[in-house]
């Protein structure tokens, strides 16, 4: 076997078609009612989307490959876990598990320098007029700063 092989983390032919499942019937389940139907075929005639979206997206998602997955993952997940790429991930979780999930993600190489809001806070945050925005500013700021806001 090749040395390059062992590195490799395959994809499980189940794993591929689970996801594929999930992925399908996240698009069929919308339409599988007459006004379903017509609420799609209205909503594609507004986004002036082709009159054959759905079935494009369908064939596209059957067509994936174990190959393509990988070479997805090794572009854009591996990335954000080796350092080679900006790292800002956002997580929700129970505030039970929270700590569990910030020890893990500082055994990370690099770590993760982590900025850590409850609920209330990033309601607050949200809430202001430049919501969205004043977060991602409060994201980044606190990157540069290169501490870490885990409380």
Not at 46 to 62: F, G, I, N, S, Y
Not at 115 to 125: F, H, N, R, T
Request: proline letters at 6%; glycine letters at 8%; aromatic letters at 4%.
């Amino acid at each position: 076997e090749d040395e390059d092989d062992e590195d490799e983390i395959g994809i499980h032919p189940t794993a591929l078609e689970a996801a594929q499942s999930g992925v399908l019937f996240g698009l069929i389940e919308p339409v599988d009612t007459v006004p379903g139907t017509l609420d799609e075929v209205f909503s594609n005639a507004l986004a002036r989307e082709p009159t054959d979206q759905l079935q494009w997206l369908l064939k596209e998602v059957q067509a994936v490959t174990a190959e393509a997955v990988q070479a997805a993952m090794r572009k854009y997940i591996l990335p954000v876990f080796d350092g080679s790429t900006g790292r800002t991930v956002s997580l929700m979780c129970p505030a039970k598990k929270k700590k569990d999930i910030v020890k893990q993600l500082r055994k990370l190489k690099p770590p993760f320098k982590v900025l850590s809001l409850g609920v209330d806070e990033l309601v607050k945050v949200l809430s202001q007029p430049d919501g969205y925005a004043g977060l991602r500013e409060r994201v980044v700021t606190h990157a540069k700063e290169g501490k870490d806001g885990a409380r």
